[in-house]
């Protein structure tokens, strides 16, 4: 557990290639996806967080503090990063989505080392397609809060791709491609997926 992180389950989309639902209230082996991933990143963190656009009471039902993003059009998931760095009470917060029910459990502790290694402002997880080419993953990404600006800014300039503003940053990469890696950043889009 690293009490300077923050933790931020992304569950603010509007889960269009699900049908429209509200992706985090899906449920995954009997649990809602959203706490899944708040059941996997909370041992890891400090605090934690929930961004949503709908539902907030069914989300608020799991005693912790629900963030819509400050614009209402569905800005994508910085937006919701941009709602955590806004409430975050820690020098990092750790973004993670909701629809990825086996991210590491160590991933927290992983991101923060590559980017204390590299004196960098954010890190971002990285695996390996089917090819075995390294692949971004950028929706995990832990960033200081020092960059609220620079999101806010990119973010009102209409930016929308997380990997866009990442590379604009000073950003660490760690991979994870070890033995217990290779389903870590599957994630559920559309029912089938879920099934």
Known sequence: MNPDITG???AGGRGLRMGGVDKGLQEFNGTPLALHALQRLRPQVGSVLINANRHHDAYRAWGVPVLADASADFAGPM??????????????????????PWFPLDLASRLAAAAAREGAQAAVAQDRDAQ?????????????VSLRESLQAWLDGG??????????????????????????FFNANTPQDLA
Do not use: E, K, Y
């Open 8 to 10: 931020l389950v992304l």
């Open 159 to 184: 930016g929308r791709r997380a990997r866009d503003w990442l590379q604009g940053q000073h950003t660490a990469t760690q991979m994870f491609d070890g033995p217990g890696d290779a389903q870590a």
């Open 79 to 100: 937006a919701g990063v941009l709602a955590g760095l806004q409430h975050c009470t820690t020098p990092w917060l750790l973004a993670v989505p909701c629809d990825a």
């Open 132 to 144: 075995g080419q390294p692949r971004l993953q950028p929706v995990f990404c832990l960033v200081h």
